[in-house]
């Protein structure tokens, strides 16, 4: 053994080893971070679930480093494709800095606002979501691999942004899928004891972190909303599952809509969007708890008309076998919207369904244009804000659709 070389190169740790199937490997040279069941030959070294692991192609060629979850539809989460880089605190430091440093480069560092401060696979953290929300941090957790590291995580975060309390959200349907077994909770400083407050280009929000829908507010729609509220000006607009008020607070404060109809299906949102109203000292919204699909029809036999409307539903399309049956409702939906819209409406329809291509959802709008006899012209066709980025090596993250329309 020569002394240079045993200096010169740095030590590796040797990881139990996940072999591929033969043709298997070009998704994982492509930084593919997901190598899922069908795509493993054989496992040498019993890894334990949350242990590292290597991946190796059919012809014994090391490809990247992950983390092992025989549990998990995708057994191994990737992280590194450098044989020489460990996933160890040095990493994740790094993985976060950079994280940090894109949304800081985006303007997105305000202390009063609100950001997602890490988005999974676009940040090369597969099963990490970090939102900022004033001075709070809400992890959110989809993988084993972070939950078993979520201590240091935190610990990281701590480090790098100083936040006033982090608290922890498992996503409750993988938590047992990926076999979490931590709760949520908090990780670090005291967590508020009422909801935040955030600004967001001017429109108040009060964020509930720890009893929220997903992490507490969707952060994903900020661009949307802002935008939207400039079309909205003027108009009688109705905010079709409106949250906490994100798109009617918007365009009754920045766009000047006249008057806002806002409709949720959970009182406790809608409770949140009155109080949300009331902070923004705005007195042209109307709440109402109900089902979107009934109130609609409603509002139709009621024979009310709006010269706006936005539908931000909940994810229809679970997965790809429920697509033809999620365009459908898609369809009924904006259909039924057409109803209530004037001539000269705008209608801003917004999908998160990943597996609804943002093409299927243009052919579906064509699909309700023809059907209703109205003529649709597309001013915008977007996606979710910045800090949600996509990245070129898995595009899976793609999910937001948000397109502005003048129906005629
Ligand atoms: N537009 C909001 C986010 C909407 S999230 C914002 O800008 O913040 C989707 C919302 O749809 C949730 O608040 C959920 O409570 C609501 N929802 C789900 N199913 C519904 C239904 N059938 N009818 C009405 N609202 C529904």
Redesign the pocket.
Known sequence: MSTTSATAEPEVATYPRVLLKPRKANPFYARHPWVLDSAIHRIEGDPADGAVVDLISDKGKWIARGVFNRRSRIQVRLYSWRADEALDETFFRQRLERAIRLRADLGLADPRGGARIVYSEADGLSGLIVDRYGEHLVIYVTALAIAQRVEMIAGLLDELLHPASILLRIDPTLASTEGIEVADGVLRGVAPEAPVQIDEYGVQFTVDLSAG?KTG??LD?REN?RVAAEYLRGRRVL?????????GLAAAKLGGATDVLA????RK?IAMAESNAVLNGLTQLRFQV????T?LDELVAAGEKFSGI?L???KFAKGRKSLEQALRAYHRLNRQALELLEPGGILVT?S?SGHVTPDDFLYMLIGVAHKSGRSLQFLERRGAAPDHPVSADCLENEYLKCVICRVS
């Open positions: 829908q507010y969707f729609q909303r905010d079709m599952f409106c949250y906490t008020g994100g798109f409709v949720d299906s959970s949102a109900g089902e979107a699909f109130v936005i931000d539903p909940p917004c998160c």
